[in-house]
C-alpha cells in the first residue's frame, strides 16, 4: 500500500510537472494570466506529491516494508531509528527521491514568493524549475524507482552501507549539501526566465540575490560537514583528499562565490551583466555534472553510488540543459553588452574583477584536474590519476593570492580610491602580517605557502576586523550608547556588508585551521603491548585493554588508551573498529578525536591481535582543526545575518549609512 | 536573439558532450597492468609447512600459474577448486602452480586450505607483501600466467575459471604463446 | 555475516578477558611512562623522502587516498617498501619510478609533467594569465567609456526580501 501511495504520487508529479511547463510557456506565449496562474499551482501541487512520496518512503522505512525495492536496499530491523529515517538518502534511489523533495520546496517557494510579479520572466522561470524537477520525477519514475516491487518480501536487508551509518554527521551533511546544491537551481532559473523573456535588466538578479546567498551558505555548511565527517570517519586525520565527489561540491561552491560578489558590481556599476548570466549557468551546471560526474560510473570515487542506466538521463539532460543554456546566453550576448563604466582602476570593483579572475581559474583548475583522467584516456589510451598533490600545488597559491583580496577589499571604497584614506587603513593589517610573519619565521616555520597564508591571514583579519571598528566608533561618535550596542546598531544598519565582513572573517579562521593542521600534522603509528606507550610531542597514549561489544547491527572492538599531557593523565581515548554483520568483513573505522583549541590529538585503530595483547595504531597532532569547523559556523552566520528578514526602517537606516558611505567609513 | 552566436553555443557544447560521453564509455575500475608482455618480477618464497623455497628462476623452461589468495577473500573460494582441478591435470604437462599467501596469517591459511578440502598445489608465504607488490597486486585474487621463457603473459583479476585456465595454458604447451591481458 | 566476520567476532568474544588481565590493577601514572621513552625527535632526511614519495603515490586499494594518508594494510607495507628502496639508495624518482613500472602511470597521483599531461598544468596557468590579461583591457576600456552608467546608482543595498518591490 505504501509502495503504490508513493509511487503514484511521483508518477502524478511528473504528469503535473510537463502540464505546468507547457502551461507556462503557453500562458506567455497567448499571453494568458489563467494557465500561467495554473502553472504556478502546478509547482505547489508538485510539493505536495513529492511530500507524499518522501514522508511514504520514510514510513515504509521505519516500518520495515521490505516489499519496497529501497527499504529491501538500505533497511534492516537491527538498524537504530535515527539511521533508519536518514537512510532515505543513503542510496541511489533514495537519494534522488530526497532530491526532488527539496527542489519541489524550492520551486513552491520562489514562485510563492514571486507570484505574479514578474510575468513573462517568472513564468518562464517556473517553467524552467519544473522542467529541471521533471527530470528528477521522470527519473524516479523509471531507471532510479525507489518504490519497486521485492517478491518475494524479504525478512530482514543488509542496512545502510556502513559509512553513512557510522557517525551523526551523516543526518546532517546531505540534507545540506542538497539545500545548497538544488537551492542554485532558482536563480538559474529566473537567468534563464530572463533570457527567454527577454528582459534583461537586474530584475532576476535581485530576485535570486538572497536565494543565492541562502543556498551558498547551506553549500559551505555542507562542504565543511563532509569534511568533518571524513575527518571523524575515515580514520585518515585528513579531511580533504581532492576526491571528485568533494570537488563536485566545491566548484559549484567556487563559482557561486565569484557570483556573489560580481553581482555587485552589476547592481552597482551596470558592468558584467553577461558575466554574472554566465556565472550562474556555469554553477547550476557544475552542480548538475558533479551529480552525473558521481552518480554515473565516470569517475569512481570513494562516496560514489554505483552505476545504472541513470548515467544516459543525466547525459541527456546535462546535453539539453547545456545547449540551451549557450544558445540563450550566447543569443542573447548583444542586448547584454554592459552599460556601465568605472571610474578608477584603483576601486573595490577591481578588487571584485580579480577576486572573479581567481575563482575562475580556480574552478577551471579543479574541473580540469577532475576530468583529466578521461581527457587523457581519450587522447593517450593510457589511465592516469590527478590527485592532491597535483590540486595542492596548483591551487594553493590562489588561494594565499586570494586571503590577500579579502584583505585588500574592504579598504577599497567602491568608485574611487582616496590614497590618504587607502594609506591610513592599511597601517594596522601590515604591521599584523609583519608581526605574525616575524613569529612564524621565529618558530622555525619552513612552508613558504604556510608562511604567505599565515601572514596574509593576520593582514585580511586586522583588516576586516578594522572595518566594524571604524565604523562602530563613528556611530558612537554619532549616536552614542556601548560598543556592543553600536556594533549590532551597526551591523543591521547594513547587513549585507557586515555580513559580508563576517564571513570574511570565518573564511579567514577556516584557512588559519587548514593551514595549521596541514603544516604542522604529525602522525606516528606503532603497534603497542598492553601497558606500553606512545609518545608525540606533549602527548603520551598508554594502551590499556582491548575490548569488544556487541550491537544488534555490529559488532564493535575499541582500543582503550590512556592520554597522558606532560605527564599527567588527561581521560582516555577508544579508537574503534566497527564491523557490520550485514555487509561483509571490510570494517568501519571509528577514530577517537580529543579537540582542543590548539590542537587535536587523533587516534586511530588499523589493527589489533585477537587474544587482545596488541594494538596498531596510528597517533596524529593536527593544530587548530577545530578553527575550520568553528570559522564555517561563522560565514554561515555572517551570510545568514546578511540576509535575514528585517523590518524595514528606511529612514533612520539610511541615515548612518549615508554619512558612512560619504565618510569612507572614517 | 542573435541566432548567429546562438549556434556559436552549440559548438562550445559538443566537445564538453562528447568527452563526458566518451567518459561513460570508460570503466574507472579497469586498470590495465603494465606487467604482460614483460619478464615476471623474480621471487623467492617459502612454502608453507615445508622447509623448501620456492625461486621462479629455477623454474624456467616451465609454464608457471601463480595465484594469490587470502583467507579473508571470498571470491578466492569460487575459484579454489578449479584451480586444484586444473593443477592436477596440468601439473603432468610441465604447468607448475603456486598459490602465494597474501596479507594473512600461515595460521589463517592453513585453516583455509583444511576447510577447502585440501589443495593439490604448494602455498607460498609471502611476508610483507613484497612479492604481490612486484606483480601490482591491487587485491586478491590474481593469477598470473608465465611462459616457459619466464614472460608474464596473461593476469587475471578476480576468479579464474577452468575453462579460462586452459585456454591460456593449451596454447603456451603447443608453443603458440601470445601474450594477452 | 561473513564468516570471516564471524571468526574475529568468536575470536573477540573472549579476548577481551584475556587482555584486560595484564593492565588490571596498574592505575596509569607519570611513573608508568619512562621520560625518555619514545621520545618525538626531528625526523630524519629518510622519513622526509619516505613521506615525500609516499604522498605522490596512489594507494592501490583505496579511491584517491595517497599511500601516506591511506590507513589499509597494504599501504602500510607499500610505505615500508618505499622506505626499503630509500635505504638501498634508490632516489626518490626511482623508487616512484619502479612502483610505475609495476602499477602504470595511474599509481601516480600527480601525472608526470610530460607530452600531453604538461596540459593539466598548463592550462589553467594560461588561464589565470589570458584572464588577467583581458580583465586589464577590459577594465581600461570602462574607465575610459563616458560616463553614463548611473543605472545602478540605485541599487539599494538595504533591499532584503527575496521579492522586488
Not at chain 1, 220 to 243: C, H, K, N, R
Not at chain 1, 584 to 612: C, W
Not at chain 3, 90 to 110: H, I, S
Request: glycine letters at 8%; hydrophobic letters at 50%.
Amino acid at each position: 500500500m505504501t509502495r503504490i501511495i508513493g509511487y503514484s504520487a511521483l508518477v502524478a508529479a511528473l504528469a503535473v510537472a510537463s502540464y505546468g511547463m507547457i502551461a507556462a510557456i503557453v500562458g506567455v506565449k497567448r499571453r494568458e494570466a489563467a494557465l500561467i496562474r495554473s502553472a504556478r499551482s502546478a509547482a505547489y501541487t508538485c510539493f505536495g506529491l513529492l511530500t507524499v512520496a518522501n514522508l511514504a518512503m520514510i514510513y515504509g522505512l521505519v516500518t520495515h516494508d521490505f516489499s519496497i525495492d529501497y527499504v529491501a536496499q538500505v533497511g534492516s530491523r537491527a538498524t537504530p531509528l535515527l539511521f533508519t529515517v536518514i537512510s532515505l538518502w543513503s542510496a541511489l534511489e533514495g537519494s534522488i527521491l530526497f532530491w526532488g523533495w527539496v527542489l519541489a520546496f524550492y520551486a513552491a517557494l520562489a514562485m510563492w514568493l514571486t507570484r505574479a510579479k514578474l510575468g513573462a520572466l517568472g513564468a518562464y522561470a517556473n517553467a524552467i524549475l519544473l522542467f529541471v524537477s521533471g527530470f528528477f520525477y521522470l527519473l524516479l519514475v523509471g531507471p532510479a524507482n525507489p518504490f519497486g516491487l521485492v517478491s518475494p518480501v524479504p525478512m530482514d536487508g543488509p542496512g545502510p552501507n556502513p559509512l553513512l551509518q557510522n557517525h551523526i554527521l551523516m543526518a546532517v551533511h546531505p540534507p545540506l549539501l542538497y539545500l545548497g546544491y538544488v537551492g542554485m537551481t532558482v536563480p538559474f532559473a529566473f537567468g534563464l526566465g530572463a533570457l527567454m523573456s527577454g528582459r534583461l535588466d537586474d530584475t532576476w538578479l535581485r530576485v535570486t540575490r538572497n536565494w543565492t546567498i541562502v543556498a551558498w551558505s547551506f553549500l559551505t555548511l555542507a562542504i565543511v560537514a563532509g569534511m568533518w565527517w571524513s575527518y571523524e570517519v575515515l580514520g585518515w586525520g585528513g579531511y580533504w583528499a581532492w576526491d571528485p565527489v568533494e570537488n563536485a561540491s566545491f566548484m559549484p561552491w567556487l563559482t557561486a562565490t565569484a557570483f556573489m560578489h560580481s553581482s555587485m558590481v552589476q547592481e552597482r556599476r551596470g558592468l558584467l551583466r553577461m558575466w554574472n548570466m554566465s556565472l550562474i549557468i556555469a554553477t547550476f551546471l557544475l552542480t548538475i555534472l558533479g551529480t552525473f560526474l558521481t552518480r554515473s560510473g565516470v569517475i569512481s570515487s570513494v562516496h560514489a553510488f554505483g552505476e545504472g542506466p541513470i548515467g544516459m538521463f543525466f547525459l541527456a539532460f546535462i546535453a539539453i540543459i547545456l545547449v540551451f543554456s549557450m544558445v540563450m546566453l550566447l543569443g542573447r550576448s548583444t542586448e547584454l553588452r554592459s552599460d556601465g563604466h568605472l571610474d578608477n582602476m584603483a576601486s573595490r570593483e577591481t578588487v571584485f574583477l580579480l577576486n572573479n579572475l581567481l575563482l575562475t581559474a580556480f574552478t577551471f583548475t579543479v574541473l580540469l584536474g577532475t576530468l583529466f583522467p578521461i581527457l587523457a584516456e581519450a587522447v593517450r589510451g593510457v589511465k592516469v590519476s590527478v590527485g592532491a598533490p597535483f590540486f595542492n600545488r596548483m591551487t594553493i597559491p590562489l588561494c594565499v593570492a586570494l586571503v590577500f583580496l579579502v584583505g585588500i577589499g574592504p579598504m577599497l571604497p567602491w568608485r574611487v580610491v582616496n590614497a590618504q584614506d587607502l594609506r591610513r587603513k592599511l597601517v594596522k593589517p601590515a604591521l599584523a602580517a609583519i608581526l605574525v610573519l616575524a613569529v612564524v619565521l621565529t618558530v622555525g616555520m619552513r612552508d613558504f605557502w604556510g608562511i604567505l597564508a599565515f601572514t596574509f591571514s593576520a593582514f585580511a583579519a586586522v583588516s576586516n576586523i578594522q572595518e566594524f571598528a571604524l565604523g562602530t566608533a563613528a556611530r558612537r561618535r554619532a549616536g552614542g550608547g556601548s560598543w556592543a550596542e553600536s556594533l549590532w546598531g551597526l551591523m543591521n544598519a547594513n547587513p549585507r556588508r557586515y555580513g559580508g565582513y563576517t564571513a570574511h572573517l570565518g573564511l579567514i579562521m577556516m584557512v588559519v585551521g587548514i593551514t595549521g593542521s596541514s603544516v604542522f600534522r604529525l602522525e606516528r603509528e606503532a603497534t603497542v603491548r598492553v601497558g606500553e606507550v606512545v609518545q608525540l610531542q606533549e602527548y603520551a597514549v598508554q594502551f590499556q585493554e582491548l575490548w569488544a561489544r556487541d550491537e544488534p547491527h555490529r559488532f564493535v572492538v575499541g582500543a582503550r588508551f590512556d592520554v597522558l599531557v606532560n605527564g599527567r593523565l588527561s581521560g582516555e581515548m577508544n579508537p574503534r573498529l566497527n564491523y557490520y554483520r550485514a555487509r561483509g568483513s571490510e570494517p568501519i573505522t571509528t577514530p577517537a578525536v580529543r579537540t582542543r583549541a590548539h590542537k587535536d590529538l587523533y587516534m586511530n585503530l588499523l589493527a589489533f591481535e585477537q587474544d587482545g595483547s596488541s594494538a596498531t595504531v596510528t597517533v596524529i597532532t593536527e593544530p587548530l582543526v577545530v578553527w575550520i569547523w568553528i570559522g564555517s559556523a561563522i560565514i554561515a552566520f555572517g551570510a545568514f545575518f546578511s540576509v535575514w528578514p528585517r523590518r524595514r526602517q528606511r529612514a533612520t537606516v539610511r541615515a548612518p549609512r549615508g554619512r558612512h558611505e560619504k565618510a569612507g567609513v572614517a | 536573439m542573435n541566432w548567429r552566436r546562438s549556434a556559436l553555443g552549440i559548438g562550445i557544447s559538443i566537445p564538453i558532450l562528447g568527452l563526458l560521453a566518451y567518459g561513460m564509455t570508460l570503466d574507472p575500475r579497469d586498470i590495465p597492468s603494465p606487467l604482460p608482455g614483460r619478464e615476471a618480477p623474480e621471487f623467492a618464497l617459502p612454502v608453507l609447512d615445508a622447509p623448501d623455497t620456492v625461486r621462479l628462476a629455477d623454474l624456467r623452461g616451465e609454464v608457471v600459474v601463480l595465484n594469490f589468495w587470502a583467507s579473508w577473500c571470498m571470491e578466492c573460494r569460487y575459484e579454489h577448486s578449479d584451480l586444484s582441478l586444473a593443477a592436477t591435470m596440468y601439473e603432468p604437462r610441465g604447468v607448475r602452480f603456486f598459490g602465494v599467501l597474501y596479507n594473512d596469517t600461515p595460521a589463517n591459511g592453513r585453516a583455509w586450505i583444511r576447510e577447502m578440502g585440501g589443495q593439490t598445489y604448494p602455498a607460498l608465504m609471502d611476508a610483507g607483501s613484497r612479492t604481490a607488490v612486484s606483480y601490482g597486486l591491487y587485491g586478491v585474487p590474481e593469477t598470473f600466467i608465465i611462459d616457459q621463457n619466464g614472460v608474464v603473459v596473461h593476469k587475471q583479476i578476480g576468479p579464474i575459471t577452468l575453462s579460462r585456465l586452459a585456454s591460456l595454458l593449451e596454447p603456451l604447451l603447443e608453443g603458440e604463446a601470445e601474450v594477452s591481458s | 555475516m561473513t564468516i570471516s566476520t564471524l571468526l574475529v567476532v568468536v575470536a573477540l568474544l573472549y579476548a577481551p578477558a584475556q587482555g584486560a588481565t595484564p593492565a588490571a590493577g596498574q592505575a596509569p601514572t607519570a611513573e608508568a611512562v619512562s621520560p625518555n621513552q619514545g621520545r618525538y625527535v626531528e625526523e630524519t632526511l629518510l622519513d622526509r623522502q619516505t613521506r615525500e614519495v609516499s604522498s605522490k603515490l596512489r594507494c592501490v586499494v583505496c579511491q584517491g587516498l595517497s599511500l601516506q594518508d591511506s590507513p589499509s594494510q597494504l599501504a602500510q607495507e607499500m610505505r615500508a617498501i618505499v622506505r626499503e628502496k630509500l635505504e638501498e639508495g634508490m632516489t626518490p624518482d626511482e623508487v616512484k619510478a619502479y612502483f610505475v613500472e609495476k602499477y602504470g602511470e595511474w599509481v601516480l597521483l600527480q601525472p608526470d609533467p610530460r607530452g600531453f599531461n604538461l596540459l593539466v598544468y598548463i592550462m589553467p596557468v594560461a588561464i589565470l594569465f589570458g584572464g588577467a590579461g583581458f580583465v586589464f583591457f577590459k577594465a581600461r576600456s570602462w574607465t575610459r567609456r563616458p560616463d553614463d552608467g548611473f543605472a545602478a546608482e540605485a541599487a539599494d543595498e538595504e533591499e532584503t526580501e527575496l521579492t522586488p518591490r
